[in-house]
């Protein structure tokens, strides 16, 4: 298995397990039956934190449609380099920090925590493409 095939299968492992926090929280705003079952309760959590977890979770799924295909990408494609090795290893360090950042509310943390995320999905875009 490739470095890229590596790190790309634990940021979706990552990724999945990303729900977790937040449902556990709205079990203990509503319990476990109302959550399961449905109530009358608010559709989303209370709690602020879980709120930006809830959204942080969407945006990593949004990305991991980006990342995938271009680590697929490059595998196929025998463009893989220490470079893209690399970009994929701090792809989900950036992912990590996101997830945390944002969870925590400090914005210009989760904002340059995907900017380095984005240049990764970047630089593997420019390897595939052979501009690398």
């Known amino acids: 298995m490739t470095q890229e095939l590596h790190w790309m299968v634990l940021t979706a492992l990552m990724t999945g397990l990303f729900w977790m926090p937040y449902v556990l929280n709205r079990f203990a705003e509503i319990g476990i039956i109302s959550a ?41 494609s025998g463009a893989s380099t220490a470079l893209t090795a690399s970009a994929c290893m701090v792809y989900f360090y950036a992912r990590l920090v996101h997830f945390i950042v944002y969870t925590l509310g400090i914005p210009a ?11 990764c999905q970047l630089i593997l875009a420019l390897a595939f493409l052979g501009m690398l």
Do not use: C, Y
């Open 109 to 119: 943390l989760r904002t340059v925590a995907f900017l380095v995320g984005f240049a």
């Open 36 to 76: 399961i079952f449905g109530s009358d309760a608010p559709p989303t959590a209370e709690a602020g934190w879980a709120q930006r977890m809830t959204k942080a979770h969407s945006n990593a799924v949004e990305n991991l449609a980006v990342f995938v295909p271009l680590v697929l990408a490059v595998h196929l």
